[in-house]
C-alpha cells in the first residue's frame, strides 16, 4: 500500500495522506476546497470568532474538483478514472441545484457511481467535501 501526497493540493488538516494507493485502486481522503498554502477558503467568509458568516457554494464547488484533479494527477491517475465519489454537503436544501448542476459540467465525459449525504458539519468552515475511489495503470 502506496502512501500519496501531491504537492499542489492543500495540505491535509491531519494525519493522513492524500491518496494510497492498493493494487490498481487508489483511494483518496476526503478533499475540500481550501487552496495549498493558504488560510483563507475560496468563496467562505467567516465572523471573527471563526464561524462561517457566508459562502459560495459554486466557488466551494470547482475548487474541491479542482484539488481532486491535483490529487489524482499526483498519484498517477486522471478525472476519467474515477470510479465512486462521495460528497458531503453540509446544506443540501440550499446547495444541491448548485452542486448538482456544476458536477453534471465536470463529470459529462465520466459517469461514476455517487452517493451524496447532507452532514451536520465538517472538520474546517468548508460546505462541501468529496470522497473518492479511481482506478490507476
Same mark, same amino acid.
Given at each position: ?94 446547495? $444541491? ?9 465536470? $463529470? ?30
Amino acid at each position: 500500500m502506496e502512501k500519496i501526497n501531491s504537492e499542489k493540493a492543500p495540505e491535509p488538516v491531519g494525519m493522513y495522506p492524500h491518496a494510497r494507493k492498493v493494487g490498481n485502486l487508489l483511494f483518496l481522503s476526503g478533499v475540500g476546497p481550501r487552496e495549498r498554502g493558504m488560510k483563507k477558503i475560496p468563496g467562505v467568509e467567516l465572523n471573527e470568532d471563526g464561524t462561517i458568516k457566508s459562502y459560495d457554494i459554486a466557488k466551494q464547488c470547482h475548487s474541491v474538483f479542482n484539488n481532486v484533479k491535483l490529487v489524482l494527477e499526483a498519484s498517477g491517475s486522471s478525472w476519467d478514472k474515477l470510479v465512486d465519489v462521495t460528497v458531503f454537503l453540509t446544506n443540501m436544501k440550499d446547495d $444541491f441545484k448548485i452542486y448538482n448542476k456544476i458536477y453534471a459540467e465536470y $463529470f459529462k465525459d465520466n459517469l461514476p457511481c455517487r452517493t451524496t449525504c447532507e452532514i451536520n458539519c465538517l472538520p474546517t468552515p468548508i460546505a462541501i467535501e468529496l470522497k473518492c475511489i479511481a482506478t490507476i495503470d
